[in-house]
């Protein structure tokens, strides 16, 4: 992997196989797109820890997920749209800022789920997610071909989805994918009545 690695932090997660649409205006993150497009330097979506201070070491979660650009398109503002898809999830080993405040680091692979197949029960979050989809068009165009059962990519997708803190993210992506999924399962039981 190329040493140096560009990051784009958001408020959000993004994980293996998902998919999200940015904006960029930007001139540091015009330039990581640029440098990603030609070859020169891959980049990875960061998650944001709004629960510590801006400038605090911690804003920026340890975890990223390397990303590859799937489509372009020019916004009706003018600004520049791209669709980008995680790829594999890493630790920062050391980061840093280049002279436009770009944030950059050097990464290390870290083990994520596998595909594994849904059970019975595990088609609860299938069916909720279909309703998301249903209530929430720009978001299923994002996923022509879901994967409903491949428990990986469901549960993946939840938490991209759900308004959870980047602390218990982190716990539940380091737990196994069934145990996740049941966590998920009980959460969606008492939070998504309403979808139902």
């Known amino acids: 992997m190329n040493p140096t690695i560009a990051l784009f932090p958001l408020n959000t997660l993004l994980l293996p196989e998902g998919r999200m649409r940015l904006r960029l205006f930007e001139p540091r993150y015009l330039r990581l797109m640029k440098d990603a497009s030609s070859g020169i330097r891959p980049f990875a979506i960061a998650s944001i820890n709004s629960l510590v201070s801006q400038h605090h070491q911690d804003r ?35 980061r840093w800022q280049e002279y436009d405040q770009l944030h950059v680091a050097e990464l290390t692979p870290v083990p994520f789920w596998i595909a594994q197949n849904t059970s019975a029960e595990q088609q609860l979050l299938w069916h909720k997610l279909q309703l998301v989809f249903k209530q929430y068009p720009e978001l299923a165009t994002l996923y022509p071909q879901p994967e409903p059962d491949n428990l990986c990519w469901l549960v993946s997708r939840w ?16 737990q196994e994918l069934a145990d996740t999924a049941k966590d998920l399962e009980l959460w969606l039981e008492d939070s998504l009545e309403e979808l139902s």
């Open 60 to 94: 920026i979660c340890p975890e990223v997920t390397l990303v590859s650009i799937v489509d372009f398109e020019q916004l009706p503002d003018g600004l520049l749209g791209i669709t980008v898809e995680g790829t594999g999830r890493y630790h920062i080993s050391k």
């Open 159 to 174: 938490m991209e989805l759900l308004p959870l803190t980047p602390h218990l993210k982190r716990q539940w992506l380091q």
